[in-house]
């Protein structure tokens, strides 16, 4: 290899290589554990099993409503789960070491359960059932339907001091829930739902941030796609979307003004999308062509 393509070989790298650091830099990663999990009404310890059991119960007394114990584990599990699926999260389930916990920016969540309900409803359904004679008779049967619903607050702490960063709270509640003909079902669709709020709680909290490395098309005055330096490697799915803003300091304060919306359309390398430009496609031409500086962060 000669001189010159030495030296074009070498900047490569090294451009390669400040990207890298400037991602980093951007988009920490965050260790954080998933310490207690409390349920805020009288312990007890009856397993999953038993709640199951519980439930079908109260059907068969014809009760309508029941607030169940038991369930614990899941809903932990589901946290768990949703902390892992945000984007700049590494999840520990217990206590960190004495190195992660003195690691700038590491955290612990303690969470408390204020309840697990689960609602149920019969249905008489008519239908006809046809005898050997060939005779239609009419029958009835009783379709049992089940609904569950939780409430769990989040006490988001700073691993070096204890201090409360954060303590969202999230309620599962009928209107978010369909009915469903099995106990479990109705139980697994509650901790899901709650897993995808806590994953976008962290992603609000601790945005992705990126860059504008490339335009698209631009028509009738208004930039239609973009492309941004973040992609596989850092997770990023096709759909996600993000927000984008001018800033400005007003009174040595940072003031941001949000001008449009992106959505990924494709995952184009280990650090490229090519993105769809949603809305403000006018006021990001204008920003580009100006060479504000922007902030690109995913959506709250």
């Known amino acids: 290899m000669n001189l010159k393509h030495l030296l074009a070989a070498a900047a490569s790298l090294f451009i390669a290589c400040t990207a890298v650091f400037s991602q980093d830099d951007r988009n920490p990663i965050i260790t954080a554990s998933m310490n207690n999990l409390e349920y805020s009404h009288k312990s007890s310890s009856k397993g999953a099993g038993s709640v199951i059991n519980e439930i079908a119960t109260a059907v068969l007394v014809g009760q309508s409503s029941k607030e169940i114990e038991g369930y614990q584990s899941a809903v932990r599990a589901a946290i768990i789960k949703g902390m892992t699926e945000a984007y700049r999260l590494r999840v520990v389930d217990g206590l960190l070491t004495k190195e992660e916990a003195e690691t700038p920016g590491s955290i612990y969540v303690d969470a408390t359960l204020a309840n697990v309900t689960t609602t149920t409803k019969n249905e008489v359904v008519e239908y006809e059932e046809k005898k050997k004679d060939g005779e239609k008779v009419k029958k009835t049967r009783t379709d049992v339907y089940y609904r569950a619903m939780l409430s769990v607050t989040l006490h988001v702490k700073d691993a070096m001091n204890d201090a409360v960063l954060a303590s969202p709270s999230f309620s599962i509640t009928e209107s978010d829930m369909s009915w469903v003909n099995s106990p479990q079902k109705a139980l697994d669709n509650a901790t899901a739902r709650l897993a995808r709020l806590v994953t976008k709680f962290f992603d609000g909290m601790y945005p992705l941030t990126c860059e504008i490395i490339e335009r698209g098309d631009i028509k009738n005055d208004k930039q239609k796609q973009v492309y941004i330096d973040l992609g596989s490697a850092h997770g990023l799915h096709e759909g ?9 300091l007003i009174g040595g304060k940072e003031a941001r003004k949000q001008v449009a919306r992106l959505r990924v359309k494709t995952i184009e390398g280990d650090e490229v999308s090519f993105c769809k ?19 690109v962060e995913t959506d709250k």
């Open 240 to 248: 996600q979307t993000f927000a984008i803003y001018t800033k400005k």
């Open 277 to 295: 430009v949603l809305s403000g496609g006018r006021d990001l031409k204008a920003a580009l062509d100006e060479g504000l500086d922007l902030i």
